[in-house]
C-alpha cells in the first residue's frame, strides 16, 4: 500500500488508464458518461490511485456527485471503481485516499459505490463457484466503513442492478451464434421480416419513438417511465457515442407488407394443392393436403386482422424497440419498450434478433441483456424474461452489490443519505 497513492485525474488521464488497462466498463465509468454529465452542469471528478513503484495509474473511477436535500451531496461510483480486486492494498489506497479526499467538503455525506466484481460464478441460472476474490474485498470494504445496501433495484430504483444475463459469442458469426440457441428461438432468428415486420436503427432525434413505446411498457408493469433528466441523457450519450457505439432499434410493422406476405403464400399453397391433388392418393400425399388447407384457413384469419390492423392503426407502426450501447467488447441491451397490442407481430423477436446479429456481425465477445431479478422461480417479477433471457444459452452474472461508506456519518444518517 506504500506505494500507491490516492490522485485526482484528468479526464486525459483517465481516457489514457481505460486505454491501457481495458477493463471491463459500463455507462456510468465510461469517459463519455462523464462528458455528457459535465455538460448538464453535473459535478463529476476522476479519481484513482497510482503505484509510484510502476509509475502509472493501476485504478480509477468517475465519481459523480448527486444533488441531496438541496444542499448536500452524495458520491457515487456506479459500477465501479475499477480496480485490481485481488489486490487488498489497492482496494485499501483508494478507498481511504477517496475518504480522506471526501471528507474536505462538509457537503459530501456518503459515498456509495457497485463495483463490476463477481460475487459468485454461474452455469445458467446455477451457482457453481463462489468467488474468494469477491469475498475477500467484501471483507475489506467493512473494515473500511462500508455496509451493503440489502435491497434489489425493484425494490427501490436507485439500487444499481446486481443480476444480469449475458452470452458469450466471442469469435462467433450469427450463424455460429445462433446454432447455440435454444431451438425455438434459433427457428425465429432465421425467420427475419416475417409478419410484415422490419427493424430500423434510428439517430437521437428520433428518441420520442423509443419513449413512447418504453412508456407503454411501464404503464402495465413495475417499470418506471423515462424521466425528463434521463431522457435528456440518453439522447446527449447517443451523439457522444455516435451511431457506431449507441444503437436504437425500433421494429415497424407494415400491415401493408404483411397483406402482400399472405398473398404470396397463399398463392404457393394453391400451386402445390393443384399439384398434390393430381397425383395418386397416399397417406402421405392426404396428410400434406390437409395440412395446407388448414394454412389456409389460418391465412385467411391473419390476413383479416391485418386489415384491421392497417384500417385501425396504419401502416409503418413502430411497437417494440431496445437502447443499446457498445463498450469494449460487449453489447449492453440497457432499456427495452413494447407495444402489446402489437405483441402477435413481433413473436421472431425482431429487435433481439437485429441485436444479436449486430454483436456478431461486429466480432464482440459479449452479448450482455443486461438486468435480471435474481430469483428465478415462477415468483419472480421477471419470470417471463428471464425464461426468453435463458433461451440464448448464457449465464447469470452476478455482482457483490450496492454498498455505501459514511462521510459525516451524523448528518448522512440524518438525512436519509445511507438508505
Same mark, same amino acid.
Given at each position: 500500500?506504500?506505494?500507491?497513492?490516492?490522485?485526482?485525474?484528468?479526464?486525459?488521464?483517465?481516457?489514457?488508464?481505460?486505454?491501457?488497462?481495458?477493463?471491463?466498463?459500463?455507462?456510468?465509468?465510461?469517459?463519455?458518461?462523464?462528458?455528457?454529465?459535465?455538460?448538464?452542469?453535473?459535478?463529476?471528478?476522476?479519481?484513482?490511485?497510482?503505484?509510484?513503484?510502476?509509475?502509472?495509474?493501476?485504478?480509477?473511477?468517475?465519481?459523480?456527485?448527486?444533488?441531496?436535500?438541496?444542499?448536500?451531496?452524495?458520491?457515487?461510483?456506479?459500477?465501479?471503481?475499477?480496480?485490481?480486486?485481488?489486490?487488498?492494498?489497492?482496494?485499501?489506497?483508494?478507498?481511504?485516499?477517496?475518504?480522506? =479526499?471526501?471528507?474536505?467538503?462538509?457537503?459530501?455525506?456518503?459515498?456509495?459505490?457497485?463495483?463490476?466484481?463477481?460475487? +459468485?460464478?454461474?452455469?445458467?441460472?446455477?451457482?457453481?463457484?463462489?468467488?474468494?476474490?469477491?469475498?475477500?474485498?467484501? #471483507?475489506?470494504?467493512? &473494515?473500511?466503513?462500508?455496509?451493503?445496501?440489502?435491497?434489489?433495484?425493484?425494490?427501490? !430504483?436507485?439500487?444499481?442492478?446486481?443480476?444480469?444475463?449475458?452470452?458469450?459469442?466471442?469469435?462467433?458469426?450469427?450463424? #455460429?451464434?445462433?446454432?447455440?440457441?435454444?431451438?425455438?428461438?434459433?427457428?425465429?432468428?432465421?425467420?427475419?421480416?416475417?409478419?410484415?415486420?422490419?427493424?430500423?436503427?434510428?439517430?437521437?432525434?428520433?428518441?420520442?419513438?423509443?419513449? &413512447?413505446? =418504453?412508456?407503454?411498457?411501464?404503464?402495465?408493469?413495475?417499470?418506471?417511465?423515462?424521466?425528463?433528466?434521463?431522457?435528456?441523457?440518453?439522447?446527449?450519450?447517443?451523439?457522444?457515442?455516435?451511431?457506431?457505439?449507441?444503437?436504437?432499434?425500433?421494429?415497424?410493422?407494415?400491415? *401493408?407488407?404483411?397483406?402482400?406476405?399472405?398473398?404470396? #403464400?397463399?398463392? $404457393?399453397?394453391?400451386?402445390?394443392? #393443384?399439384?398434390?391433388?393430381?397425383?395418386?392418393?397416399?397417406?402421405?400425399?392426404?396428410?400434406?393436403?390437409?395440412?395446407? =388447407?388448414?394454412?389456409?384457413?389460418?391465412?385467411?384469419?391473419?390476413?383479416?386482422?391485418?386489415?384491421?390492423?392497417?384500417?385501425?392503426?396504419?401502416?409503418?407502426? !413502430?411497437?417494440?424497440?431496445?437502447?443499446?450501447?457498445?463498450?469494449?467488447?460487449?453489447?449492453?441491451?440497457?432499456? /427495452? /419498450?413494447?407495444?402489446?397490442?402489437?405483441?402477435?407481430?413481433?413473436?421472431?423477436?425482431?429487435?433481439?434478433?437485429?441485436?444479436?446479429?449486430? +454483436?456478431?456481425?461486429?466480432?464482440? *465477445?459479449?452479448?450482455?441483456?443486461?438486468?435480471?431479478?435474481?430469483?428465478?422461480?415462477?415468483?419472480?417479477?421477471?419470470?417471463?424474461?428471464?425464461?426468453?433471457?435463458?433461451?440464448? /444459452?448464457?449465464?447469470? $452474472?452476478?455482482?457483490?452489490?450496492?454498498?455505501?461508506?459514511?462521510? =459525516?456519518?451524523?448528518?448522512? &444518517?440524518?438525512? /436519509?443519505?445511507?438508505?
Amino acid at each position: 500500500m506504500d506505494s500507491m497513492r490516492f490522485v485526482l485525474l484528468t479526464p486525459k488521464a483517465y481516457a489514457r488508464f481505460l486505454e491501457e488497462s481495458r477493463p471491463r466498463v459500463f455507462i456510468p465509468q465510461s469517459i463519455e458518461f462523464a462528458r455528457v454529465r459535465e455538460r448538464q452542469g453535473y459535478k463529476v471528478e476522476y479519481v484513482g490511485i497510482v503505484d509510484d513503484a510502476e509509475r502509472k495509474v493501476v485504478g480509477a473511477g468517475v465519481l459523480a456527485y448527486q444533488p441531496w436535500k438541496k444542499v448536500f451531496w452524495r458520491a457515487q461510483l456506479t459500477y465501479g471503481p475499477l480496480l485490481d480486486w485481488e489486490s487488498t492494498a489497492a482496494i485499501e489506497a483508494f478507498f481511504t485516499g477517496l475518504k480522506r =479526499h471526501l471528507r474536505k467538503n462538509p457537503r459530501v455525506l456518503a459515498l456509495r459505490f457497485n463495483p463490476l466484481l463477481p460475487r +459468485a460464478f454461474y452455469e445458467d441460472i446455477k451457482v457453481v463457484e463462489e468467488n474468494p476474490v469477491a469475498a475477500k474485498a467484501q #471483507e475489506t470494504f467493512a &473494515k473500511l466503513g462500508a455496509t451493503r445496501l440489502k435491497k434489489e433495484f425493484y425494490e427501490q !430504483p436507485d439500487i444499481q442492478i446486481r443480476y444480469i444475463y449475458t452470452k458469450d459469442i466471442s469469435g462467433k458469426t450469427f450463424d #455460429e451464434a445462433t446454432a447455440t440457441l435454444a431451438k425455438g428461438l434459433r427457428r425465429r432468428f432465421h425467420n427475419e421480416g416475417r409478419y410484415g415486420v422490419e427493424t430500423r436503427l434510428l439517430g437521437p432525434e428520433e428518441f420520442d419513438v423509443f419513449d &413512447k413505446l =418504453h412508456e407503454s411498457t411501464a404503464d402495465r408493469t413495475t417499470m418506471h417511465g423515462i424521466s425528463g433528466s434521463s431522457r435528456a441523457f440518453y439522447t446527449e450519450l447517443m451523439r457522444e457515442l455516435g451511431p457506431e457505439r449507441a444503437l436504437l432499434c425500433v421494429a415497424y410493422l407494415s400491415p *401493408s407488407r404483411y397483406l402482400e406476405q399472405i398473398a404470396d #403464400e397463399r398463392q $404457393e399453397s394453391l400451386k402445390r394443392i #393443384e399439384l398434390l391433388e393430381g397425383r395418386k392418393a397416399t397417406k402421405a400425399r392426404d396428410r400434406e393436403l390437409e395440412q395446407l =388447407h388448414e394454412r389456409l384457413t389460418t391465412l385467411d384469419s391473419q390476413e383479416e386482422q391485418a386489415r384491421k390492423t392497417l384500417d385501425e392503426y396504419g401502416d409503418d407502426i !413502430p411497437f417494440n424497440a431496445a437502447l443499446s450501447f457498445r463498450f469494449g467488447d460487449e453489447l449492453i441491451l440497457l432499456l /427495452g /419498450g413494447m407495444d402489446k397490442r402489437f405483441a402477435a407481430y413481433g413473436r421472431d423477436y425482431p429487435v433481439e434478433r437485429a441485436m444479436f446479429k449486430w +454483436a456478431c456481425d461486429n466480432g464482440l *465477445s459479449v452479448y450482455n441483456t443486461f438486468g435480471v431479478s435474481g430469483i428465478f422461480d415462477e415468483t419472480a417479477p421477471d419470470a417471463p424474461v428471464l425464461k426468453f433471457k435463458r433461451w440464448l /444459452g448464457g449465464n447469470v $452474472e452476478e455482482f457483490v452489490g450496492t454498498y455505501v461508506l459514511p462521510i =459525516h456519518p451524523l448528518l448522512a &444518517k440524518a438525512t /436519509g443519505a445511507l438508505n
